[in-house]
């Protein structure tokens, strides 16, 4: 499957933005999604993941009630819905697809991944 994220941006602290991976070349809907970051300088980090049929969600603490994952099975497109974005989450977003039985957090369970969108929140 091959993943491609948009949606990246330069906003201010407070705003919004909506990220989409779009999937192309496999079954959509047989993949567990999920979503990471890396900040300049540091290590690539879990941000969120939806369950194939969008039952089991999980997020990170540092982003549980700011950000909202979902998907379209119909689109094959996953989201990440940021709000109340702060300096600290600016970074690189990946969008990534796993095959595994059930959704984690670590990304070496996520075998596809997309090239990832910046993001930029300014204070």
């Known amino acids: 499957v091959q993943l491609q994220a948009s949606g990246g941006g330069l906003v201010q602290a407070g705003g919004s933005l909506r990220l989409s991976c779009a999937a192309s070349?496999?079954?959509?809907?047989?993949?567990?999604m999920g979503w990471f970051r890396q900040a300049p300088g540091k290590e690539r980090e879990f941000v969120a993941y939806?369950?194939?049929?969008?039952?089991?969600?999980n997020y990170a603490d540092s982003v549980k009630g700011r950000f909202t994952i979902s998907r379209d099975n119909a689109k094959n497109t996953v989201y990440l819905q940021m709000n109340s974005l702060k300096p600290e989450d600016t970074a690189v977003y990946y969008c990534?697809?796993?095959?595994?039985?059930?959704?984690?957090?670590?990304?070496?369970?996520?075998?596809?991944w997309g090239q990832g969108t910046l993001v930029t929140v300014s204070s």
């Open positions: 990534a697809a796993s095959v595994t039985n059930i959704p984690r957090t670590a990304d070496v369970t996520y075998a596809y």
């Open positions: 070349g496999g079954t959509f809907r047989s993949y567990i």
């Open positions: 939806i369950s194939r049929s969008a039952i089991n969600i």
